[in-house]
């Protein structure tokens, strides 16, 4: 098991190292890329299921996520591996270890959540390689704001990379989100979720909401577009809180640790009070 881990850690590294930086992405890149295949295993009909394995999965190294797709399904993804064989090679080490009985390769910069539909709706990938429904690895069975001040204006196009990722943050909505494992630090759930938006949009971002606020483009609330980032704390340096800006004052976020993921205005008073600033991660 240590030299999959090696050989798992050297695939991650070798994707940072191989993948160029997209030009469509933040002109401060400090800990922004774009992500290389990943691995997709599912399925899973109840959502603590999905979220016990992604445990497992960080537990041994690997920071995983999970997600419910179009067919309310939930899958995991995990890894950033510079090519698809790679990618192969680590996920039939996992079939082998009887981790995973089946998996699918998701290729870079694939768009998982493109349009407004409800959430947990995704097209299935035409090649995955799919678990029979109710079933884990392990054989465990599942069960199937106030009014905006800001201008009214159209804050992306369809096919812009923040309108997709406040339309995927919104597919998260109603979903119960836990992460970090069991070494959870303040913000860390909030900063996951973020992340793993992020990540099925193709973009690898810092992963505290700390460092989260040093990457990325400033921005002031009131030209605040959808995908940006807003942040909240006690100040500039003591940053315990982050979601993702989908329009109208609104907010996507995980409140705390175990609560559903969230719809908030950011003139709920709380929040208002607690807000030191939004960054942008796409041009």
């Given at each position: 098991?240590f030299?999959f881990l090696?050989?798992?850690?050297?695939?991650?590294?070798?994707?940072?190292?191989l993948?160029?930086?997209?030009?469509a992405?933040?002109?401060?890149?400090?800990?922004i890329?774009?992500?290389?295949?990943?691995?997709?295993?599912g399925?899973?009909?109840?959502?603590?299921n999905?979220e016990r394995?992604?445990a497992?999965?960080?537990?041994?190294?690997?920071?995983a996520?999970?997600?419910r797709?179009?067919?309310?399904?939930?899958?995991?993804?995990?890894?950033d591996?510079?090519s698809?064989?790679?990618?192969?090679?680590?996920?039939?080490k996992?079939?082998?270890?009887?981790?995973?009985?089946?998996f699918y390769i998701?290729?870079?910069?694939?768009v998982v959540?493109?349009?407004a539909?409800?959430?947990?709706w995704?097209?299935?990938p035409?090649?995955?390689?799919?678990?029979?429904?109710?079933?884990n690895?392990?054989?465990?069975?599942g069960t199937a704001?106030?009014v905006?001040k800001?201008?009214n204006?159209q804050?992306?196009?369809?096919?812009?990379?923040?309108?997709i990722?406040?339309?995927?943050?919104?597919?998260?909505v109603?979903?119960?989100?836990?992460?970090?494992g069991?070494?959870?630090?303040e913000?860390m759930?909030c900063?996951g979720?973020?992340?793993?938006?992020?990540n099925?949009?193709?973009v690898?971002i810092?992963?505290?909401?700390?460092?989260?606020?040093k990457?990325?483009?400033?921005?002031?609330?009131?030209?605040?577009?959808?995908g940006?980032?807003v942040?909240?704390?006690s100040?500039d340096?003591?940053?315990?809180h982050?979601?993702i800006?989908?329009g109208?004052?609104?907010?996507?976020?995980?409140p705390?640790?175990?609560?559903?993921?969230?719809?908030?205005?950011?003139?709920?008073t709380?929040?208002?009070?607690?807000?030191?600033?939004?960054?942008?991660?796409?041009?």
């Amino acid at each position: 098991m240590f030299t999959f881990l090696r050989t798992m850690i050297f695939a991650l590294c070798g994707a940072a190292l191989l993948l160029s930086v997209n030009p469509a992405l933040s002109s401060n890149t400090s800990g922004i890329r774009r992500l290389g295949y990943a691995i997709q295993m599912g399925a899973f009909a109840d959502v603590k299921n999905a979220e016990r394995f992604s445990a497992t999965l960080q537990k041994k190294g690997i920071e995983a996520f999970y997600f419910r797709k179009d067919n309310g399904i939930y899958a995991v993804r995990f890894g950033d591996f510079p090519s698809k064989e790679k990618a192969r090679v680590v996920a039939a080490k996992l079939v082998a270890d009887r981790l995973i009985d089946g998996f699918y390769i998701a290729p870079p910069n694939e768009v998982v959540f493109a349009d407004a539909k409800k959430p947990g709706w995704q097209k299935l990938p035409p090649d995955e390689i799919r678990l029979p429904q109710d079933r884990n690895p392990a054989g465990t069975k599942g069960t199937a704001g106030s009014v905006d001040k800001q201008p009214n204006r159209q804050t992306h196009r369809e096919h812009d990379m923040g309108f997709i990722a406040a339309r995927t943050a919104e597919r998260f909505v109603g979903i119960p989100y836990r992460w970090g494992g069991d070494n959870v630090v303040e913000g860390m759930d909030c900063s996951g979720f973020v992340r793993a938006v992020y990540n099925l949009c193709g973009v690898s971002i810092p992963r505290t909401s700390r460092e989260q606020f040093k990457a990325g483009d400033s921005v002031t609330r009131n030209t605040l577009l959808d995908g940006d980032l807003v942040f909240f704390g006690s100040s500039d340096d003591k940053i315990n809180h982050v979601g993702i800006y989908v329009g109208k004052g609104k907010f996507v976020h995980a409140p705390r640790r175990g609560e559903d993921i969230r719809i908030t205005s950011i003139e709920d008073t709380y929040f208002e009070k607690r807000f030191v600033g939004a960054r942008r991660y796409f041009q």
